[in-house]
T-cell receptor, first 115, second 115 residues
Framework: ETGVTQSPTHLIKTRGQQVTLRCSSQSGHNTVSWYQQALGQGPQFIFQYYREEENGRGNFPPRFSGLQFPNYSSELNVNALELDDSALYLC??????????????FGEGSRLTVL | AQKVTQAQTEISVVEKEDVTLDCVYETRDTTYYLFWYKQPPSGELVFLIRRNSFDEQNEISGRYSWNFQKSTSSFNFTITASQVVDSAVYFCALSEGPNDYKLSFGAGTTVTVRA
């Protein structure tokens, strides 16, 4: 186990709704990244948070937004859900700084189905 | 732009056979990092290795070995004497820097090891 926990593990929403996914990073990690993994594909980078600020964003529209809290946990919010948002959403934590090893620690993901 | 290509979609072997997974990457950067991750059915991505662009030494870790060749932009992964527990999806990924966790993943190779 990586120590990264995500909730909920599964959820079903309908088109147009909003969803919030949560991630608790591994103890001591200050950076959280979010990835979207559609079925049968590799993960796609959504954005990264470091010190509560967005620190890099992939090719995702503004309806994908996030937060990082002082305890380094994070949320991913998606507004106006579309069918193509159905995917496994993976959170990864890491340590940016002196002790950086370049390794990402992933959670087991939140599987979102949009009907 | 970065790009990672894993040409093999699925590989099926019998236990104890060796299996090699191919990874070809494209980048304009001179400094970059290559990764391999394993994704078992549970969903979380498990870190296997990170290699920087200045270190072309091959690496062996138990039954796993990696062959990095900058001349062909390849970072191939071999599992020796495969076991059923090696069955998973394996992803090759690329990033631009040590604190840049914007990984670009390939589409993955599904490895099935039959007893």
């Amino acid at each position: 186990e990586t120590g990264v926990t995500q909730s909920p593990t599964h959820l079903i929403k309908t088109r147009g709704q909003q969803v919030t996914l949560r991630c608790s990073s591994q103890s001591g990690h200050n950076t959280v990244s979010w990835y979207q993994q559609a079925l049968g594909q590799g993960p796609q980078f959504i954005f990264q948070y470091y010190r509560e600020e967005e620190n890099g964003r992939g090719n995702f529209p503004p309806r994908f937004s996030g937060l990082q809290f002082p305890n380094y946990s994070s949320e991913l919010n998606v507004n106006a859900l579309e069918l193509d948002d159905s995917a496994l959403y993976l959170c990864a934590s890491s340590q940016t700084g002196t002790f950086n090893t370049g390794e990402l620690f992933f959670g087991e993901g939140s599987r979102l189905t949009v009907l | 732009a970065q790009k990672v290509t894993q040409a093999q979609t699925e590989i099926s072997v019998v236990e104890k056979e060796d299996v090699t997974l191919d990874c070809v990457y494209e980048t304009r950067d001179t400094t970059y990092y290559l990764f391999w991750y394993k994704q078992p059915p549970s969903g979380e991505l498990v870190f296997l290795i990170r290699r920087n662009s200045f270190d072309e030494q091959n690496e062996i870790s138990g039954r796993y070995s990696w062959n990095f060749q900058k001349s062909t932009s390849s970072f191939n992964f071999t599992i020796t004497a495969s076991q059923v527990v090696d069955s998973a999806v394996y992803f090759c990924a690329l990033s631009e820097g040590p604190n840049d966790y914007k990984l670009s993943f390939g589409a993955g190779t599904t490895v099935t090891v039959r007893a």
